[in-house]
């Protein structure tokens, strides 16, 4: 059942075990500010004591303080600890927690209250494999790694797909990636193209990467994967082909439209001036559209402009 708790009784021990995001937490207190808190904190009673052990809901409890709010909405999962965190990881099994926060309470509960790893998978509904993946993962991050994480400084998702490889190489040098690059605002995907070139990479980039120079890296790095720079005249050709395309598909679906559909569940008047200022306007656009086409049939053939493979190959069936 659903009730209202003081935030100056929750305990709040496990804070530090859940991933801090700002943007999120921001976009929440606008929703709260509007709307209010409107889903109960998950808690759990303490034995020894008359505070409920936060679970879940630390960022709506820090939205309520920055609020000036006494009191949120609880639901209590269960009358002790372990049982409360089972609950909780099951409840959140589909969605909801990343894999450092689930490797976390996993810990707790196998390293505190000595839950074996069939155990919690039993009371999990998982395989064996999947608390195992998970037990001790927190153990094989350092501690820079593990604090710039969890404060929302540094993206769970670069490290597990961009950092985690590098760290059986040299765990102190990815220790001084994260150091550098938290904490600046940057895309997982920019955090991956610095990664690459921080420890596969030119000297004198990783030396920019080091001294803080991370947008000036990026724009060089950018820079060398593009294609050639088109011409002014390229870009024209660009958009004038793109906008060629455009009516060729816009007809294509008036004429199904037209063969599949009644006359009478098309029309409208509105419709009908629409299509008269089309008719109008096609008798001009033809005249002069062939006009062009003859005009340079005969033209000699000339080298395809760097960006017709992409437009070709992005109009194909396998695309």
């Given at each position: 059942m659903i009730q209202q708790c003081p935030i100056k009784k929750l305990d709040t021990r496990y804070e530090g075990l859940r991933l801090k995001d700002k943007r999120r937490e921001k976009e929440l207190l606008s929703s709260i500010v509007e709307e209010g808190?409107?889903?109960?904190?998950?808690?759990?009673?303490h034995p020894d004591s008359q505070n409920h052990?936060?679970?879940?809901?630390?960022?709506?409890?820090?939205c309520a303080e920055s609020l000036n709010l006494d009191e949120v909405p609880i639901l209590i999962l269960g009358e002790n600890i372990p049982t409360s965190l089972l609950r909780f990881l099951k409840l959140n099994s589909s969605s909801g927690l990343a894999t450092l926060e689930e490797a976390s309470f996993i810990d707790e509960l196998h390293g505190t209250y000595g839950l074996s790893i069939s155990e919690m998978a039993h009371r999990l509904?998982?395989?064996?494999?999947?608390?195992?993946?998970?037990?001790?993962?927190?153990?094989?991050?350092?501690?820079e790694a593990k604090t710039q994480i969890f404060a929302g400084r540094f993206p769970v998702r670069s490290y597990?797909?961009?950092l985690r490889k590098f760290t059986r190489v040299n765990k102190k040098e990815v220790d001084n990636f994260i150091q550098n690059v938290s904490g600046k605002s940057l895309s997982i995907r920019d955090i991956d193209i610095l990664a690459k070139e921080y420890f596969k990479g030119s000297?004198?980039?990783?030396?920019?990467?080091?001294?803080?120079?991370?947008?000036?890296?990026?724009?060089?790095?950018?820079?060398?994967?593009?294609?050639?720079?088109?011409?002014?005249?390229?870009?024209?050709?660009?958009?004038?082909?793109?906008?060629?395309?455009?009516?060729?598909?816009?007809?294509?679906?008036?004429?199904?439209a037209l063969c599949v559909s009644s006359s009478e569940s098309l029309y409208s008047k509105h419709v009908?001036?629409?299509?008269?200022?089309?008719?109008?306007?096609?008798?001009?656009?033809?005249?002069?559209?062939?006009?062009?086409?003859?005009?340079?049939?005969?033209?000699?053939?000339?080298?395809?402009?760097?960006?017709?493979?992409?437009?070709?190959?992005?109009?194909?069936p396998s695309a």
């Open positions: 808190i409107q889903s109960p904190l998950f808690v759990t009673s052990v936060l679970l879940d809901g630390y960022k709506r409890k820090r509904g998982k395989s064996t494999a999947w608390v195992s993946v998970r037990l001790g993962l927190l153990s094989r991050l350092s501690l597990m797909y961009s000297p004198l980039l990783k030396a920019q990467i080091q001294q803080g120079n991370l947008d000036w890296t990026l724009q060089q790095l950018k820079t060398d994967q593009k294609m050639p720079t088109c011409t002014a005249e390229e870009d024209e050709q660009k958009a004038f082909l793109k906008n060629i395309n455009i009516i060729i598909a816009c007809m294509s679906k008036v004429q199904t009908h001036r629409t299509i008269k200022r089309l008719i109008n306007q096609a008798n001009n656009f033809t005249i002069e559209l062939e006009a062009f086409y003859v005009r340079h049939r005969q033209a000699p053939n000339c080298a395809d402009p760097p960006w017709e493979r992409e437009i070709q190959e992005a109009d194909s």
